[in-house]
């Protein structure tokens, strides 16, 4: 590696070595602009480094000659390729010459922290780069010779993994056309982030508090300016949502500390979240005076680059004086001739690769779908289930990870994706899609590469779930249980290492059957035998297949507007609606025929029936409940047990009157606990970014729920999305006392493992403070 390029001295010719990003941003900078300092590696280095990898069966070797031909189509191809590049070079060695090279030329930053950021160009003017946004990702990483290495080969590996290959591929490009170079800055921690968007309508900043990492993943609602190009003058400004924010630091960070999951790792580097203060959070992150020079700055910069720019900016603190600099810099490029991919949140995991099948309007659902495509759809309620079931994939442009969307394909063992800004304007219908449910990402494929695709009406892809295959298990103590409400996924379920059902969905359930109508219509119609009749027997098939385990079986909690036969389309969407136990109050007909339907399982011989009662709002309602289900003989069986949802969040206040009333248990319902307590509407993925499950109220909420069940001698499960979702809460449940987990069919296998790690971990510490207590 003969030399570095500085920001500050690279030339016009030198663009194609060290990529656009850099290109562009150096320009900026040598017209004394406040630009971050950093130098390029070039792409030649790259090139070099492929050159060293000579194993014999190397799929690297040739790549500077090979244009890599793939059916990208092939997903499955397309990542094992991908896997096998990317293990190839992340298991090379580096030559320490580079490396030392790089450290002493950073070192003269006197920083303990750098960021890598990756810088493309194309080697020829047949195409042009597009939007090449999210295709590859900065990384962070100490200043030593370890960190250097291991990150180098990070962030030349992002060229090749799955959905870098397949944009190439659709530009028609040429790997060997494709020059990547790494941009290499300091990097300390932020005061304030954020951009500022200029176009011809005027400029939008946005700002929150802490490094960029919270804006960029979407985890806070920033503070917003509107400002009117001309004259500078803020049209309007809006308080964001800033509950977290990021920082650099060891180990051991600072303050309020969130899960484990906020901490991103890379050689012993920790970027960690912290809860920001409440005074901070009612407070703009961008004092007058600094946001007058980003104004200022947007000004300048508009007689370089015209009306149409982005900038990121951020303010440390060097000397104890807040300094404002640019971090990066874009202009727009030329339109893809189509769009590639596009980006929203992985809600349910595995990939298929379908026809679209487009609805404008969630309020008008189709009579049926063609089997095998993939539903495109503004917002989903349960009602859709029936629906679904012909779908092999769901995008929807609403929606967050809790959303019924996500909730009903992880039943289903379907990929989807969902908070697809404007999916169903921007996907044409009968367009063909290939959905990322892991990455959150769908893909718009050409014709020609669909072709080649097995037709997936013939062989639908496979559920992202499957029973452990026989091998020795870790015991744990904690109880596993499962999230269920489809009989025809009981084969698949029931042999996996579960000690029994922890959520029986009764509205999933019993969908199918209802075909649109609310159970309420039943009676009405005089078909009560009939729903009796079909209820009895699916609940007793559930209990016995999982027998001795037990199944707790969910009563029904539908909120006014889910079942749209029984609603006009103006019927408002609530989230709490006339729901719960209050529901079977006011009327108590449905939730008698549910009583009787497990009397009717007792009767034929299953005491592992358990009723789990939803949205328990008084302890009135749940004594009326428990007198309900003495009067239907459900007692008389010892084993039977009343438990109650813990969601709406007066429990935390009520549970020992609960449990005078006869409560035998609790489940926490995740779900809705997380938004009566924060607020926030899980249907509304921009709020939920920032506002879930890790927030601190919810885990204290929960953590007090945990302790009170203890304290009355009553066991407590929790049952929503949370721990498969967020694995990482899983330790801090362990360490509570969570009596039972209870997760979807997909989440099994790694939440198993989780608890068992979580519990050697708590044995292995016991046993440390035994020994030194000891001496």
Same mark, same amino acid.
């Given at each position: 590696?003969?030399?570095?390029?500085? +920001?500050?001295?690279?030339?016009?010719?030198?663009?194609?070595?060290?990529? =656009?990003?850099?290109?562009?941003?150096?320009?900026?900078?040598?017209?004394?602009?406040?630009?971050?300092?950093?130098?390029?590696?070039?792409?030649?280095?790259?090139?070099?480094?492929?050159?060293?990898?000579?194993?014999?069966? $190397?799929?690297?070797?040739?790549?500077?000659?090979?244009?890599?031909?793939?059916?990208?189509?092939?997903?499955? /191809?397309?990542?094992?390729?991908?896997?096998?590049?990317?293990?190839?070079?992340?298991?090379?060695?580096?030559?320490?010459?580079?490396?030392?090279?790089?450290?002493?030329?950073?070192?003269?930053?006197?920083?303990?922290?750098?960021?890598?950021?990756?810088?493309?160009?194309?080697?020829?003017?047949?195409?042009?780069?597009?939007?090449?946004?999210?295709?590859?990702?900065?990384?962070?990483?100490?200043?030593?010779?370890?960190?250097?290495? %291991?990150?180098?080969?990070?962030?030349? $590996?992002?060229?090749?993994?799955?959905?870098?290959?397949?944009?190439?591929?659709?530009?028609?490009?040429?790997?060997?056309?494709?020059?990547?170079?790494?941009?290499?800055?300091?990097?300390?921690?932020?005061?304030?982030?954020?951009?500022?968007?200029?176009?011809?309508?005027?400029?939008?900043?946005?700002?929150?508090?802490?490094?960029?990492?919270?804006?960029?993943?979407?985890?806070?609602?920033? =503070?917003?300016?509107?400002?009117?190009?001309?004259?500078?003058?803020?049209?309007?400004?809006?308080?964001?949502?800033?509950?977290?924010?990021?920082?650099?630091?060891?180990?051991?960070?600072?303050?309020?500390?969130?899960?484990?999951?906020?901490?991103?790792?890379?050689?012993?580097?920790?970027?960690?979240?912290?809860?920001?203060?409440?005074?901070?959070?009612?407070?703009?992150?961008?004092?007058?005076?600094?946001?007058?020079?980003?104004?200022?700055?947007? &000004?300048?910069?508009?007689?370089?680059?015209?009306?149409?720019? *982005?900038?990121?900016?951020?303010?440390?603190?060097?000397?104890?004086?807040?300094?404002?600099?640019?971090?990066?810099?874009?202009?727009?490029?030329?339109?893809?001739?189509?769009?590639?991919?596009?980006?929203?949140?992985?809600?349910?995991?595995?990939?298929? *690769?379908?026809?679209?099948?487009?609805?404008?309007?969630?309020?008008?659902?189709?009579?049926?779908?063609?089997?095998?495509?993939?539903?495109?759809?503004?917002?989903?309620?349960?009602?859709?289930?029936?629906?679904?079931?012909?779908?092999?994939?769901?995008?929807?442009?609403?929606?967050?990870?809790?959303?019924?969307?996500?909730?009903? $394909?992880?039943?289903?063992?379907?990929?989807?994706?969902?908070?697809?800004?404007?999916?169903?304007?921007?996907?044409?219908?009968?367009?063909?899609?290939?959905?990322?449910?892991?990455?959150?990402?769908?893909?718009?494929?050409?014709?020609?590469?669909?072709?080649?695709?097995?037709?997936?009406?013939?062989?639908?892809?496979?559920?992202?779930?499957?029973?452990?295959?026989?091998?020795?298990? #870790?015991?744990?103590?904690? /109880?596993?249980?499962?999230?269920?409400?489809?009989?025809?996924?009981?084969?698949?379920?029931?042999?996996?290492?579960?000690?029994?059902?922890?959520?029986?969905?009764?509205?999933?359930?019993?969908?199918?059957?209802?075909?649109?109508?609310? #159970?309420?219509?039943?009676?009405?119609?005089?078909?009560?035998?009939?729903?009796?009749?079909?209820?009895?027997?699916?609940?007793?098939?559930?209990?016995?297949?999982?027998? #001795?385990?037990?199944?707790?079986?969910?009563?029904?909690?539908?909120?006014? &507007?889910?079942? $749209?036969?029984?609603?006009?389309?103006?019927?408002? /969407?609530?989230?709490?609606?006339?729901?719960?136990?209050?529901?079977?109050?006011?009327?108590?007909?449905?939730?008698?025929?549910?009583?009787?339907?497990?009397?009717?399982?007792?009767?034929?011989?299953?005491?592992?029936? &358990?009723?789990? +009662?939803?949205?328990?709002?008084?302890?009135?309602?749940?004594?009326?409940?428990?007198?309900?289900?003495?009067?239907?003989?459900?007692?008389?069986?010892? /084993?039977?047990?009343?438990?109650?949802?813990?969601?709406?969040?007066?429990?935390?206040?009520?549970?020992?009157?609960?449990?005078?009333?006869?409560?035998?248990?609790?489940?926490?319902?995740?779900?809705?606990?997380?938004?009566?307590?924060?607020?926030? =509407?899980?249907?509304?993925?921009?709020?939920?970014?920032?506002?879930?499950?890790? %927030?601190?109220?919810?885990?204290?909420?929960?953590?007090?729920?945990?302790?009170?069940?203890?304290?009355?001698?009553?066991?407590?499960?929790?049952?929503?999305?949370?721990?498969?979702?967020?694995?990482?809460?899983?330790?801090?449940?362990?360490?509570?006392?969570?009596?039972?987990?209870?997760?979807?069919?997909?989440?099994?296998?790694?939440?198993?493992?989780?608890?068992?790690?979580?519990?050697?971990?708590?044995?292995?510490e016991a046993a440390r403070r035994k020994m030194r207590e000891h001496g």
């Open positions: 590696m003969d030399k570095l390029y500085w +920001l500050d001295q690279i030339k016009l010719q030198d663009r194609a070595k060290v990529g =656009d990003k850099a290109f562009y941003l150096s320009r900026i900078k040598q017209r004394g602009y406040p630009v971050v300092p950093g130098f390029v590696v070039s792409e030649e280095v790259l090139r070099l480094f492929l050159e060293t990898l000579n194993s014999s069966e $190397s799929l690297v070797a040739n790549l500077p000659n090979s244009s890599l031909h793939l059916d990208v189509a092939n997903w499955r /191809q397309l990542q094992q390729v991908a896997g096998r590049l990317r293990q190839e070079i992340i298991h090379a060695t580096v030559p320490s010459q580079w490396v030392n090279t790089i450290l002493t030329t950073a070192r003269e930053w006197q920083t303990n922290f750098l960021i890598f950021r990756p810088s493309l160009t194309l080697a020829t003017k047949t195409h042009r780069l597009g939007n090449t946004s999210g295709l590859l990702d900065a990384a962070f990483c100490y200043c030593n010779e370890d960190a250097i290495a %291991h990150t180098l080969k990070h962030t030349w $590996s992002q060229l090749f993994r799955a959905r870098s290959l397949l944009y190439w591929q659709r530009m028609g490009v040429n790997l060997q056309e494709v020059n990547l170079a790494i941009l290499v800055q300091p990097v300390e921690n932020a005061i304030a982030s954020g951009l500022l968007i200029a176009n011809s309508s005027g400029y939008k900043i946005q700002a929150t508090w802490g490094l960029g990492l919270a804006l960029s993943q979407g985890e806070v609602i920033p =503070d917003t300016y509107h400002v009117q190009q001309e004259t500078g003058i803020v049209l309007e400004r809006h308080l964001g949502n800033k509950m977290f924010a990021y920082r650099l630091g060891s180990s051991e960070l600072n303050g309020a500390e969130l899960s484990k999951k906020e901490v991103f790792k890379l050689d012993n580097l920790r970027v960690g979240a912290y809860s920001v203060e409440e005074s901070h959070q009612q407070q703009y992150a961008l004092t007058e005076e600094y946001l007058q020079q980003v104004i200022t700055l947007g &000004h300048q910069l508009k007689s370089e680059l015209g009306n149409s720019f *982005t900038i990121e900016w951020t303010i440390t603190e060097e000397n104890s004086t807040p300094c404002l600099y640019m971090t990066q810099v874009s202009t727009p490029q030329s339109a893809i001739p189509s769009i590639r991919f596009i980006k929203g949140t992985g809600a349910a995991r595995g990939r298929v *690769t379908a026809n679209a099948y487009v609805v404008t309007d969630s309020q008008r659902k189709p009579e049926q779908l063609p089997k095998g495509v993939i539903l495109v759809v503004p917002a989903i309620t349960p009602d859709w289930l029936p629906l679904l079931e012909q779908a092999v994939g769901i995008v929807t442009a609403q929606g967050g990870v809790t959303s019924h969307a996500a909730i009903l $394909s992880r039943e289903l063992g379907i990929p989807a994706v969902v908070n697809v800004a404007d999916a169903t304007l921007v996907i044409p219908n009968g367009e063909r899609l290939l959905i990322d449910g892991d990455r959150g990402e769908v893909y718009l494929l050409k014709a020609d590469e669909a072709t080649t695709v097995e037709n997936l009406h013939q062989q639908p892809p496979t559920p992202p779930f499957h029973p452990v295959v026989s091998r020795q298990m #870790p015991m744990i103590a904690t /109880q596993l249980l499962v999230n269920l409400s489809q009989p025809s996924l009981i084969e698949q379920v029931q042999n996996l290492p579960v000690d029994g059902v922890g959520l029986l969905r009764s509205e999933l359930m019993l969908l199918p059957l209802l075909k649109g109508q609310h #159970p309420n219509f039943w009676l009405l119609d005089g078909r009560k035998s009939e729903l009796l009749e079909q209820l009895s027997k699916q609940i007793i098939q559930f209990a016995r297949a999982f027998a #001795p385990r037990p199944v707790f079986y969910r009563s029904l909690d539908w909120r006014s &507007h889910e079942l $749209s036969a029984n609603n006009s389309q103006s019927a408002p /969407q609530s989230i709490l609606g006339d729901r719960g136990t209050l529901s079977y109050v006011r009327n108590s007909g449905v939730f008698e025929l549910e009583l009787t339907a497990i009397a009717n399982a007792q009767k034929a011989g299953y005491d592992n029936i &358990h009723l789990l +009662l939803p949205f328990v709002r008084s302890v009135a309602e749940f004594t009326f409940c428990r007198q309900k289900a003495e009067q239907f003989g459900l007692t008389q069986i010892p /084993q039977f047990q009343l438990w109650m949802m813990a969601e709406v969040p007066s429990v935390l206040f009520l549970l020992p009157e609960y449990v005078k009333a006869g409560v035998a248990g609790i489940s926490i319902g995740t779900n809705d606990l997380t938004q009566l307590l924060l607020g926030a =509407d899980r249907e509304q993925s921009g709020i939920t970014k920032a506002l879930n499950e890790r %927030h601190p109220a919810v885990m204290a909420a929960i953590a007090q729920l945990i302790q009170m069940s203890h304290t009355a001698g009553i066991p407590c499960s929790i049952c929503g999305q949370a721990p498969a979702i967020y694995p990482e809460i899983i330790d801090q449940l362990v360490q509570w006392g969570i009596t039972s987990i209870s997760v979807e069919p997909e989440a099994v296998e790694r939440t198993y493992q989780a608890i068992a790690r979580a519990e050697h971990r708590l044995l292995l």
